[in-house]
C-alpha cells in the first residue's frame, strides 16, 4: 500500500489511494469490506505455516540474543494482512467491527486496540511485527492497536540521493534481525529497489530471510525474481497452479483488464482452467516464495501451501 504512489505497475488495477492515509483505518475497512477484500486468510494460513516450519528449524530465531526475531511487512498499510497473523480474527471479523457509528478517533483507536488484544493468537512465536510504509498515519494506526510493534515510515523506492528516505542505523539493524518478509499485493507499487535496499541490510548469508509475498497474478514478476536469483535465493513462482482469491472487482474496466492478464498466465502455463480456488468476478494473488540456496524450499513452499 501506498500513499505517495498513484502509479500501479499492474495495468488496469483499481487504486484506492484516497482511502490509504486516514488516521481512522475504518474508511480504508469499510471499502475492503465492499469489494469482498479475503486474500488475508489465505496468506496469513500459509505464512503461519512457514513460520513454524522455520521455528522448528531454528532458522527463524536471532541466536546469541533475547530480542525475538523480526516478522517484517512491506506495503503493511493499517495492518490487515498481519492481524490474521497476529490474532485468531478473520478478515470477515476484523472488517465487520469497523460497521456502524465510529466514537472519536481517540476512542476508536483504545476499542480497537483493546479488540486486537483479546483475539491475540496464545500459540504465536515471540516475534517483533514491523510494518513498512509510507503511509505514516496508516503505521500510526497499526501501531496504536498494537498490530505493529515496531514501524518504518520510507519510501524505498526513493532515488539514493533521496536523503530523507533512507534507512537508518536503528532501521537497517531492525531490518537485518528480520527472518520473514512479507508483502500482499505490494509488488502494484514497489519495484526491486526497494528489495535491492532491503538486501543490503543482511550481511550475512545465512541469515538471509523468508521472503513469502503474495503478488497479483496480473503483475509481471519477472525483474523481482531475476532480482532475487541475482542475490543466490531460491524461487518457488507457479501464477499457473495457485491462485488465491484477493476481492472483487472494483469495476467493469478492472475486470477486463485483470481477466485478460489472468488468462493470458493461464495460457503461458498451458492450462484452460483456472487453479481449485479460484473464484469467478475477482482478482487473484499467488505466492512467490523465496529463500537461501539449499533449503529445499520447492518442498517447504508446497507443504506450506497445503496446509
Known amino acids: 500500500m501506498t500513499s505517495a504512489e498513484e502509479k500501479t505497475h499492474t495495468d488496469g488495477k483499481h487504486c484506492f489511494q484516497d482511502l490509504y492515509n486516514d488516521p481512522d483505518a475504518a474508511p480504508y475497512m469499510l471499502e475492503m469490506a465492499h469489494v469482498g477484500y479475503v ?3 489465505h496468506s496469513s494460513r500459509i ?3 512457514a513460520m513454524r516450519t522455520l521455528l522448528a528449524t531454528s532458522s527463524l530465531g536471532e541466536p546469541g540474543t533475547d530480542e525475538p526475531p523480526v516478522v517484517l511487512e512491506l506495503c503493511s498499510g493499517y495492518g490487515l494482512s498481519l492481524a490474521p497473523i497476529l490474532t485468531t ?3 470477515h471479523d476484523v472488517l465487520e467491527h469497523f460497521v456502524g457509528v465510529r466514537p472519536p478517533l481517540e476512542e476508536a483507536l483504545e ?4 479488540f486486537f488484544d483479546a483475539a491475540a493468537r496464545p500459540d504465536l512465536p515471540r516475534i517483533t511485527a514491523v510494518g513498512v510504509d509510507v503511509a505514516e498515519n496508516a503505521l500510526a494506526y497499526g501501531s ?3 498490530i505493529f510493534s515496531e514501524t518504518i515510515c520510507r519510501n524505498l523506492e526513493a532515488s539514493d540521493d533521496d536523503e530523507e528516505e533512507q534507512l537508518t542505523a536503528r532501521e537497517e539493524r531492525l531490518c537485518a534481525r528480520a527472518r520473514l518478509v512479507l508483502a500482499t499485493g505490494a509488488f502494484s507499487y514497489v519495484t526491486t ?3 535491492r535496499r532491503l538486501c543490503h541490510c543482511w550481511r550475512d548469508e545465512a541469515q538471509k530471510p523468508l521472503f513469502l509475498f503474495f503478488p497479483l497474478v496480473a503483475t509481471d514478476m519477472l525483474e523481482i525474481i531475476s532480482f532475487l536469483r541475482s542475490d543466490g535465493l531460491e524461487v518457488y513462482y507457479e501464477p499457473g497452479l495457485h491462485w488465491l482469491p484477493q476481492r472483487r472487482f472494483a469495476d467493469d474496466g478492472e475486470a477486463a483488464a485483470i481477466t485478460a492478464a489472468q488468462d493470458a498466465v493461464l495460457a503461458a502455463s498451458g492450462r484452460d482452467e483456472s487453479p481449485p480456488g479460484a473464484l469467478e468476478g475477482h482478482l487473484h494473488a499467488t ?3 523465496a529463500g537461501p540456496a539449499g533449503c529445499d524450499l520447492a518442498a517447504r513452499a508446497r ?5
Not at 476499542?111 to 483493546?114: E, N, P, W
Not at 507443504?303 to 496446509?307: F, I, M, Q, V
Open 193 to 195: 529497489k526497494t528489495l
Open 39 to 41: 486474500i488475508a486468510d
Open 287 to 289: 505466492p512467490l516464495i
Open 111 to 114: 476499542q480497537d486496540g483493546a
Open 47 to 49: 505464512a503461519l505455516s
Open 144 to 146: 496504536a492497536t498494537g
Open 89 to 91: 480474527l478473520s478478515v
Open 303 to 307: 507443504l506450506w501451501l497445503r496446509a
